[in-house]
């Protein structure tokens, strides 16, 4: 092919994108390292350790037979079901194709080029992707230690400023922010800047939150017309492969996320899905013990190991083993994937996601073994 006909015309900002980088598929590490798949950990993409509930299988099967038609474009069943839960009218509710999607929609919504977009340095890097793609400007503001410095984030907002984002708890960090901090800085916005800013308050590991710590955001969605909450049914509900999330805001900022979602963005078995598991109350405190249990687990051993880490309120943690990428070269030659974050500008720190018991222990008994041998 001649280089005239393979030269693609796109725009800089989006040629400029790095893409995601996802956690590596169990079947990729036993082909590159000729591991049988069963054998593999994985714990990298802070998925649900329990799967799939079977509340959910069940209505997928139920389902299954109507796949011939599109699904129902406003998703009016599972809606219903969320204003149920929520207290919030139907028409403040956005489905996602994952929550992803919502935090897409906003940054399709509401940026251009020559808009600006404040977030925290470690936030979750689809903010930066998102902020990129429409070839708009980010204001990174300097982490205060790995948290979100909600303060300096106010004081960066500029006149050019249409969104931030602020992730609660915070990937790859961990990181929580109290009702407080958050309640100070949706007052410091409308005084600052009236409703001109839209905050996303990105909530996908909130339901792993000790209920004494969740941050009442529907209260805050019902006083500030400028916030949208955004929330999955990826984590903590176990629905990670069907994609779906959602997301609660006044009328007027659901009716222009609306007007760049794509009619059938969420497919039926996911809606289906979705219901079932909102209705089930037994897996959502399942999920909650396992994922405290295993946290403890794991902050024990890094204890024990003399490892740094940061206290997490998600379903992963973050550990600092200074020669990162050696050891987790190390952990895949073991058959333990877990997640580098040089990428998130933290390269002597590991992500883990917070497995089963059995799990924690072989990613527990790899590493030590791992260190042990550099001590030598
Ligand atoms: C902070 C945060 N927000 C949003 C998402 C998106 O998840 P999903 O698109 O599966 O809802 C993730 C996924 O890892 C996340 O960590």
């Not at 919502?102 to 251009?112: D, F, K, R, S």
């Not at 800047?193 to 805050?220: C, F, I, K, M, Q």
């Not at 497919?267 to 109350?281: K, P, R």
């Not at 200074?322 to 073991?334: K, V």
């Amino acid at each position: 092919m001649s280089t005239k006909n393979s030269v693609r015309v796109a725009p800089a900002h989006v040629a400029a994108i790095a893409p995601y980088q996802a956690g590596k598929p169990i079947e990729e590490l036993a082909r590159e390292h000729g591991l049988d798949p069963a054998g593999i950990v994985k714990l990298a993409s802070n998925e649900n350790p329990l799967g799939m509930p079977e509340s959910a299988r069940r209505a997928i099967m139920d389902t299954l037979s109507g796949l011939g038609r599109y699904p129902d474009p406003a998703g009016f069943d599972l809606k219903a079901a969320l204003s149920a839960r929520y207290g919030v009218p139907q028409s403040w509710l956005t489905l996602g194709n994952g929550s992803n999607d919502i935090l897409e929609m906003v940054a399709h919504a509401l940026l251009e080029p020559g808009s600006a977009v404040v977030y925290s340095q470690y936030a979750f890097v689809v903010y930066k992707l998102a902020t990129q793609s429409r070839g708009a400007r980010h204001i990174l503001v300097p982490a205060m230690g790995l948290g979100h410095d909600l303060p300096a984030m106010l004081d960066a907002i500029d006149d050019d400023t249409r969104l931030v984002f602020i992730a609660n708890p915070n990937n790859p960090t961990g990181t929580y922010l109290s009702n407080q901090a958050l309640e100070s800085f949706m007052a410091g916005v409308a005084a600052r800047h009236g409703t001109r800013v839209t905050v996303v308050l990105d909530e996908a590991y909130n339901e792993y939150l000790e209920p004494a710590l969740r941050v009442d955001s529907v209260d805050l969605v019902r006083r500030y017309p400028n916030l949208l909450v955004s929330r999955t049914f990826s984590k903590a509900y176990g629905l990670a492969g069907l994609r779906v999330g959602f997301a609660m805001a006044q009328p007027e900022l659901t009716d222009l996320i609306n007007r760049v979602r794509q009619p059938f963005n969420v497919n039926s078995l996911a809606q289906a899905a979705a219901i079932a598991v909102l209705h089930d109350t037994q897996f959502l405190a399942q999920s909650f013990a396992v994922n405290r249990d295993g946290k403890a687990q794991l902050e024990l051993a890094f204890a024990s190991l003399g490892l740094e880490y940061e206290p997490s309120f998600a379903n992963f943690v973050l550990v600092k083993v200074n020669e990162a990428a050696r050891i987790n070269h190390e952990l895949l030659r073991r058959g333990v994937i877990v997640r580098p974050v040089t990428g998130d500008g933290l390269p002597e720190w590991l992500r883990v996601s917070i497995g089963l018991p059995r799990e924690n222990q072989r990613f527990i008994d790899a590493l030590t073994d791992i260190l042990k041998l550099s001590k030598k």
